[in-house]
């Protein structure tokens, strides 16, 4: 799993944790049952503090993706084995419509975030 951070960015370190881990999710490239680094091992890695992992792990377990077994560590959930097939499709259509536009993926994402029915 290959998770990337830019520290400049406007949104929270913990959610770019958290959406790194959902996309890797939805690509495929995590899956069910797949154990995640400890929360300690990451941080280092991605040179935030542990807290900062611990909150991203705690809104992807209030989400159902992932579960924190005390002892055995955290693992992708059963519930993330959910069939993406469609969802990446509509994804890899929306990119192409947007790179048909012009749109750059920051671009596309502040669309998606900005989109009517999405939490602000």
Do not use: C, K, W
Request: proline share 5%.
């Amino acid at each position: 799993m290959l998770l990337t951070i830019d520290p400049t960015a406007d949104s929270p370190l913990f959610e770019q944790v958290a959406t790194g881990i959902r996309a890797a999710v939805v690509a495929g490239d995590l899956r069910p049952g797949e154990r995640l680094p400890a929360a300690r091992d990451l941080a280092a890695a991605l040179e935030v503090n542990m807290h900062t992992v611990l909150h991203a792990y705690r809104t992807l377990r209030e989400e159902g993706l992932i579960q924190v077994r005390r002892g055995r560590g955290t693992v992708v959930s059963t519930r993330s084995s959910a069939d993406y097939r469609g969802l990446r499709r509509a994804l890899a259509d929306l990119v192409r419509e947007g790179d048909r536009l012009g749109l750059s993926r920051t671009g596309l994402a502040d669309l998606i975030r900005h989109a009517p029915g999405t939490a602000p």
